[in-house]
């Protein structure tokens, strides 16, 4: 069965700092695929970025990186030199198999403090 | 394009009463899903439908019917509300082709039963 594991519940830290949040994901499926998204005290779903399982280059957006390790079953968020602005819940989901099928991790409460 | 839309926003109903959770979507996709979102345990899926007639469950149908009649609109009805269904509601819409395969998000539906 599918799932997503965000151990994380909440974390805390001083603008500035770099941060990552965990995510471990279970398949049996060999295709399939992961995200991260981002739910700001708005409360909207902010997608923020899609891995297939083929491919394990790790990934840069600005202050955004990912790490994408099929040997440990981890697709890790780092957020480098945090902001206020990036206080927000962020969820890691999988998609496999079943493709309407998102499954989601619990999610990782990030409170960013000035 | 106004991406995925839900009305209410907001709406509280009383044990026993039932009511219809919009949804739309002017971006032509084949696929929209219904999620739930409960404290502590991420997004859960409803129900899901992969193009105009075709609907199927999700992890939780329990207590929730939907149709799909045009590709536009997925309404969620729910018969008869429990307190159980007090919940935040986000309909997702995705195109169907391989390479599109992120679900896009609506704002939300705050529900309270009482």
């Known amino acids: 069965a599918q799932k997503v594991t965000q151990a994380q519940t909440e974390i805390s830290v001083v603008e500035k700092e770099d941060v990552t949040l965990d995510c471990v994901y279970e398949?049996?499926?060999?295709?399939?695929?992961l995200f991260w998204y981002k739910q700001p005290p708005s409360g909207e779903l902010v997608f923020l970025i899609r891995?297939?399982?083929?491919?394990?280059q790790n990934e840069i957006s600005g202050r955004y990186s990912w790490n994408f390790q099929k040997s440990t079953s981890s697709f890790n968020f780092t957020i480098t030199a945090s902001q206020v602005v990036d206080s927000a819940v962020y969820f890691c989901?999988?998609?496999?198999?079943?493709?309407?099928?998102?499954?989601f991790g619990a999610g990782t409460r990030l409170a960013v403090h000035p | 394009n106004a991406g995925v839309t839900q009305t209410p926003k907001f709406q509280v109903l009383k044990t026993g009463q039932s009511m219809t959770l919009q949804c739309a979507q002017d971006?032509?996709?084949?696929?929209m899903s219904w999620y739930r979102q409960d404290p502590g345990m991420g997004l859960r899926l409803i129900h899901y439908?992969?193009?105009?007639?075709?609907?199927d469950q999700g992890e939780v149908p329990n207590g929730y019917n939907v149709s799909r009649s045009t590709t536009e609109d997925f309404p969620l009805r729910l018969l008869s509300a429990a307190p159980s269904q007090t919940s935040v509601y986000f309909c997702?819409?995705?195109?169907?082709?391989?390479?599109?395969?992120?679900?896009?998000f609506g704002p939300g539906t705050r529900l309270t039963v009482l």
């Open positions: 997702a819409s995705r195109d169907s082709g391989a390479n599109t395969d992120t679900q896009y």
């Open positions: 398949t049996r499926d060999t295709t399939y695929y």
């Open positions: 891995r297939n399982s083929f491919d394990e």
């Open positions: 989901a999988s998609v496999s198999g079943g493709y309407n099928k998102l499954i």
């Open positions: 971006m032509n996709h084949e696929y």
């Open positions: 439908s992969v193009g105009a007639g075709i609907t």
